[in-house]
């Protein structure tokens, strides 16, 4: 089992950045695909971006593509996500998941939220206009 713990978020003005981390728990994070999901006030929660377990392959979802960055490293068991050119509509709870040894390289499988294991409590993200 992985506990995930998200920090970094906060206000800032559109146009800023923000850098979210999701610390993991465990001996295995290497094995472990990772992603950023975030849920707005009334909507579901819906996939950002994720990475491969080695941190070769990433995936975003395209309002963010160029603006977002994810990465990860596996020797301090931690998975970041860079944030710049905030804009209002990226304001949500951002939440971290772990899948245990992904059994697909597509990016469709990696955007579906069942596919995760575990998931982070959340970190509010609140971009003002």
């Known amino acids: 089992q992985v506990q995930l713990v998200e920090s970094g978020g906060g206000l800032v003005q559109a146009g800023g950045s923000l850098r979210l981390s999701c610390a993991a728990s465990g001996r295995t994070f290497s094995s472990y695909g990772m992603a950023w999901f975030r849920q707005a006030p009334g909507k579901e929660r819906r996939f950002v971006s994720a990475i491969s377990t080695g941190g070769g392959t990433t995936y975003y979802v395209d309002s963010v593509k160029g603006r977002f960055t994810i990465s990860r490293d596996n020797a301090k068991n931690t998975v970041y996500l860079q944030m710049n050119s905030l804009k209002p509509e990226d304001t949500a709870v951002y939440y971290c998941?772990?899948?245990?040894?992904?059994?697909?390289?597509?990016?469709?499988?990696?955007?579906?939220?069942?596919?995760?294991?575990?998931w982070g409590q959340g970190t509010q993200v609140t971009v003002s206009s």
């Open positions: 998941a772990a899948d245990h040894r992904p059994s697909s390289s597509s990016s469709y499988y990696y955007t579906r939220l069942n596919n995760y294991d575990y």
